[in-house]
């Protein structure tokens, strides 16, 4: 079992983030004014740059509504100062206090015995309600925003039911939020409190109030977090876990920043009996005009992932920007070592692109890679890669140059890949007859020539290349005709040839309300013989059919198949499979799909489905099933019920059953109970298949207004559960 409490002090991450937006401004009202107006208030002095006002001050400028007992605004800086019940209103959020300092040049504001009622807009996706914001005071920049003395809840209630107190809380958009003396307050009771605590807003999952549970690989645990600052912009925080299956373990987190340098060190390691470490660490730094980033990450059995085995990864990347581009030097090294064997793998790369001009651009690559293993397998090899290419009036010249090269004694090396060099040239008849002629005839064509590696022979061949395509559609009434040709043809140094002849013919035809015939034709064939793998294709010659026609408004009925003329020519069965679907839709509230396939060489029904939804208010019923024609089993049907409520309580079920091994693989429930801004929640999480399968139950608290990740729902592989037929469905 799994119990983790109150989860919604993480949430208070989200308000602030959106906060600074910290110091930035709520969205503006597209109806107010953008000049400066004064609607209300008395003038009691001008100097043509400031205005001052008094008694019940209402202006407005820049899309906002400003209230104040008085107000000063200066023209030239764009900043107001409002005092006596200061009030700013954009669309959707408002910003109170005694007194509001608003600068609408840099969209920032810093207020006094503050109040802000945050929307779900302003919040950018953070909340699905208003959050209620007080504080003592508050401002900043919008890179690092602090508040003293702040209280946030979701609940509209004069005396709120539940509130998030600090004493102050300094925000670093997508860094972090920190803060000091939390306190979660239910119905006047302090539920909780920390002197201080980080909450990094860049990632996922961390978790800094107790988690307690079970899970097969480390039996009962409590795991612990606590943060501690350090001079500056750095703190750490310092793990103390407990596993009954593994023992304890103790980790420590370095999270450290200065002017040009961020970076970030985690170790962690388990001493019981299967003694499991990991070191990893993310640095990154302005070095001369350009930028260093390195990773390394270094695993000693980890249990979950590789437990007999120790892993090494490292990378390293220099960034140097140029007017025109940058150029980019990197390191990568990857080793392990599990069960006797080892094996390393490393590469040096270079690569510089530049835009000369807009018509002119050029890339560069190149690349040394090794590897080599115990087991005595040795290679090393270098990549290069130029491109450049040119747009000119008529016609796009592109240049490449491409080469493998191995290195030492490596054997067995081939590449097929390498162009020795290629001169490429496209063009269209819009580029060379002009736009009327182009959207008579839309021709495309290209041109190439180079030598390219000849696998046969490990040498190389001169190929020139000439393709010319065209694809155009016509309609008329409800009528469309498509149709499209292609000719390639290839010639080679060593006396061989190869053209290929492609062409298409399409019919359309619309009637009725959504009913629709199509008919196509493909031939595909090529002639002669190529010498090169990338040039050789294969053979097409059928016909394709697709009818779609709404019986009833409510029900739409589509059949698709096609006739395979090879197939008949070598006597075997040229139907293709026959596919067959319809749709009934009598209401808003109801679906209802079936589709079923008939392999016409097989001749059995090969796969049915169905698939039904019903939506009423919010609950919501999905129903999905899967029959196996060809083993004559249900194969998996799914079940999701969501949105059952009783009073306060709300029922939530899904349910995937695999009809092959005639057992669950998945079973979800989920019951909540409203608390009017707040909601307790068990899940009952049950995998029976996929990576760390197994049970898992959750009691927590969370407020209505953040959104929260829960596992109701979804699979061990991420997929979903429930409303479907399962994979390959």
């Given at each position: 079992?799994r119990a983790?409490?109150?989860?919604?002090?993480?949430?208070?991450?989200?308000?602030?983030?959106a906060?600074t937006?910290g110091?930035?401004?709520?969205k503006?009202?597209?109806q107010?004014?953008?000049?400066f107006k004064?609607?209300?208030?008395?003038?009691?002095?001008?100097?043509?740059?400031?205005?001052v006002l008094?008694?019940?001050?209402?202006?407005q400028?820049?899309?906002?509504d400003?209230y104040?007992?008085?107000?000063a605004f200066?023209r030239s800086?764009?900043?107001?100062?409002?005092?006596?019940?200061?009030?700013?209103?954009?669309e959707g959020?408002?910003v109170?206090?005694?007194?509001v300092?608003?600068?609408?040049?840099?969209?920032t504001?810093?207020?006094?015995?503050?109040k802000?009622?945050?929307?779900p807009e302003?919040?950018k996706g953070?909340?699905?309600?208003?959050v209620?914001l007080t504080?003592g005071?508050?401002?900043?920049?919008?890179?690092?925003f602090?508040?003293?003395?702040?209280?946030?809840?979701?609940c509209?209630?004069?005396?709120?039911?539940s509130k998030f107190?600090?004493?102050?809380?300094r925000?670093?958009?997508?860094?972090y939020?920190e803060?000091?003396?939390a306190r979660?307050?239910?119905l006047?009771?302090?539920?909780f409190?920390?002197?201080?605590?980080?909450?990094?807003?860049?990632e996922?999952?961390t978790?800094?109030?107790p988690?307690?549970g079970?899970?097969?690989?480390?039996?009962?645990?409590?795991?612990?977090?606590?943060s501690?600052p350090l001079?500056g912009?750095?703190?750490?925080d310092?793990?103390?876990d407990?596993?009954t299956k593994l023992?304890?373990a103790?980790g420590?987190?370095?999270?450290?920043?200065?002017?040009?340098?961020?970076g970030k060190?985690k170790?962690?390691t388990?001493s019981g009996a299967d003694?499991?470490?990991?070191i990893s660490?993310?640095?990154?730094?302005?070095?001369?005009?350009?930028?260093?980033?390195f990773d390394a990450?270094?695993?000693?059995?980890?249990?979950?992932t590789?437990p007999?085995?120790?892993?090494?990864?490292t990378?390293?990347?220099?960034?140097?920007?140029?007017?025109s581009?940058?150029?980019r030097?990197s390191?990568y090294?990857v080793?392990?070592?599990?069960?006797?064997?080892?094996?390393?793998?490393?590469?040096f790369?270079?690569?510089?692109?530049?835009?000369?001009?807009?018509?002119f651009?050029?890339q560069?690559?190149?690349?040394?890679?090794?590897?080599?293993?115990s087991?005595?397998?040795?290679?090393?090899?270098?990549?290069?890669r130029?491109?450049?290419r040119?747009?000119?009036?008529?016609v796009?010249a592109?240049?490449?140059y491409?080469r493998?090269?191995p290195v030492g004694g490596?054997?067995?090396?081939?590449?097929?890949t390498?162009?020795?060099?290629?001169?490429t040239?496209?063009?269209?008849?819009?580029?060379?007859?002009?736009?009327?002629?182009?959207r008579?005839w839309?021709?495309q064509?290209?041109?190439s020539?180079?030598e390219?590696?000849?696998p046969?022979s490990?040498?190389?061949l001169t190929?020139m290349?000439?393709?010319?395509?065209?694809?155009?559609?016509d309609?008329k009434?409800?009528?469309s005709?498509?149709w499209?040709g292609g000719f390639?043809?290839?010639?080679?140094?060593?006396?061989?040839?190869?053209?290929?002849?492609?062409?298409?013919?399409?019919?359309?035809?619309?009637?009725?309300?959504?009913?629709?015939?199509d008919?196509g034709y493909r031939?595909?064939r090529?002639?002669?013989?190529?010498?090169?793998?990338i040039?050789?294709?294969?053979r097409?010659?059928?016909?394709?059919?697709?009818?779609?026609?709404?019986?009833?408004?409510?029900?739409?009925?589509?059949a698709?198949s096609?006739?395979?003329?090879?197939?008949?020519?070598?006597?075997?069965?040229?139907?293709?499979?026959?596919?067959?679907?319809s749709?009934?839709?009598p209401?808003k509230s109801?679906?209802v799909?079936t589709?079923s396939?008939y392999?016409?060489?097989?001749?059995?029904?090969?796969n049915?489905?169905?698939?039904a939804?019903?939506?009423?208010?919010?609950m919501r019923?999905g129903?999905?099933?899967?029959?196996d024609?060809?083993?004559?089993v249900?194969?998996?049907?799914s079940?999701?019920?969501?949105?059952l409520?009783f009073?306060?309580?709300?029922?939530?079920?899904?349910?995937d059953w695999?009809?092959y091994?005639?057992?669950?693989?998945?079973?979800h429930y989920s019951?909540?109970y409203d608390?009017h801004?707040a909601?307790?929640?068990?899940?009952f999480?049950?995998?029976n298949?996929?990576?760390?399968?197994?049970r898992?139950i959750?009691l927590?608290?969370?407020?209505?207004a953040f959104?929260?990740?829960s596992?109701?729902g979804s699979?061990t592989?991420g997929?979903?559960?429930?409303?479907g037929t399962g994979?390959g469905?």
């Amino acid at each position: 079992m799994r119990a983790r409490a109150l989860l919604a002090a993480i949430a208070f991450a989200g308000v602030v983030r959106a906060q600074t937006q910290g110091s930035q401004l709520p969205k503006p009202n597209p109806q107010a004014s953008q000049e400066f107006k004064i609607l209300g208030g008395n003038l009691e002095s001008t100097d043509g740059d400031t205005y001052v006002l008094t008694g019940a001050v209402r202006a407005q400028f820049k899309g906002y509504d400003i209230y104040a007992d008085k107000l000063a605004f200066t023209r030239s800086t764009q900043i107001a100062r409002l005092e006596g019940n200061g009030r700013l209103v954009g669309e959707g959020s408002e910003v109170f206090g005694d007194v509001v300092i608003v600068d609408f040049k840099n969209d920032t504001f810093q207020f006094e015995d503050g109040k802000a009622r945050l929307s779900p807009e302003m919040l950018k996706g953070e909340a699905k309600d208003d959050v209620y914001l007080t504080a003592g005071s508050g401002g900043g920049t919008e890179a690092n925003f602090t508040i003293r003395k702040g209280m946030f809840t979701t609940c509209d209630k004069l005396i709120p039911h539940s509130k998030f107190t600090v004493d102050s809380a300094r925000v670093r958009p997508n860094k972090y939020v920190e803060l000091r003396n939390a306190r979660l307050e239910v119905l006047g009771h302090t539920i909780f409190g920390v002197p201080y605590l980080v909450i990094p807003l860049i990632e996922d999952g961390t978790r800094y109030l107790p988690d307690i549970g079970q899970s097969p690989d480390e039996g009962y645990y409590i795991k612990t977090r606590f943060s501690t600052p350090l001079p500056g912009e750095s703190y750490f925080d310092t793990r103390v876990d407990y596993m009954t299956k593994l023992g304890p373990a103790f980790g420590l987190d370095y999270i450290y920043e200065r002017d040009g340098l961020t970076g970030k060190i985690k170790a962690y390691t388990v001493s019981g009996a299967d003694k499991f470490s990991t070191i990893s660490a993310t640095h990154q730094q302005d070095l001369g005009p350009g930028k260093l980033m390195f990773d390394a990450n270094y695993q000693s059995h980890n249990y979950l992932t590789a437990p007999q085995s120790t892993l090494i990864n490292t990378r390293a990347q220099y960034v140097l920007p140029w007017m025109s581009g940058n150029s980019r030097f990197s390191w990568y090294r990857v080793g392990s070592d599990r069960a006797g064997f080892s094996s390393l793998s490393q590469s040096f790369s270079f690569s510089d692109g530049h835009a000369w001009n807009k018509n002119f651009n050029t890339q560069l690559d190149a690349n040394l890679a090794r590897s080599e293993s115990s087991s005595g397998t040795d290679s090393e090899r270098f990549d290069l890669r130029f491109n450049s290419r040119m747009d000119l009036r008529t016609v796009t010249a592109d240049l490449l140059y491409q080469r493998s090269i191995p290195v030492g004694g490596t054997a067995g090396f081939s590449s097929s890949t390498d162009r020795t060099p290629m001169l490429t040239l496209k063009t269209d008849s819009r580029r060379l007859f002009g736009a009327d002629f182009g959207r008579v005839w839309p021709l495309q064509s290209e041109f190439s020539i180079g030598e390219l590696a000849d696998p046969a022979s490990g040498g190389t061949l001169t190929r020139m290349d000439f393709n010319l395509g065209l694809n155009r559609t016509d309609t008329k009434g409800n009528s469309s005709l498509r149709w499209s040709g292609g000719f390639k043809q290839g010639i080679y140094s060593d006396d061989t040839a190869q053209y290929v002849l492609d062409y298409s013919l399409g019919w359309s035809y619309a009637f009725g309300r959504r009913s629709k015939l199509d008919i196509g034709y493909r031939n595909h064939r090529a002639f002669g013989f190529t010498p090169l793998s990338i040039d050789r294709t294969g053979r097409n010659d059928a016909f394709s059919v697709d009818l779609s026609y709404q019986l009833v408004p409510t029900l739409l009925l589509t059949a698709r198949s096609g006739y395979d003329v090879l197939q008949a020519d070598r006597g075997s069965v040229p139907w293709q499979q026959l596919w067959f679907q319809s749709a009934w839709n009598p209401s808003k509230s109801i679906v209802v799909k079936t589709s079923s396939t008939y392999d016409t060489f097989s001749q059995v029904w090969s796969n049915m489905r169905l698939d039904a939804t019903y939506n009423v208010g919010d609950m919501r019923v999905g129903f999905g099933t899967r029959y196996d024609g060809r083993r004559s089993v249900w194969g998996s049907s799914s079940l999701l019920l969501q949105g059952l409520k009783f009073g306060r309580t709300t029922f939530s079920t899904a349910l995937d059953w695999n009809g092959y091994t005639e057992r669950f693989e998945a079973q979800h429930y989920s019951i909540i109970y409203d608390l009017h801004e707040a909601e307790m929640v068990l899940d009952f999480i049950d995998n029976n298949v996929g990576f760390r399968s197994g049970r898992q139950i959750a009691l927590f608290f969370r407020l209505k207004a953040f959104p929260t990740r829960s596992p109701f729902g979804s699979g061990t592989r991420g997929q979903a559960i429930g409303g479907g037929t399962g994979i390959g469905g």
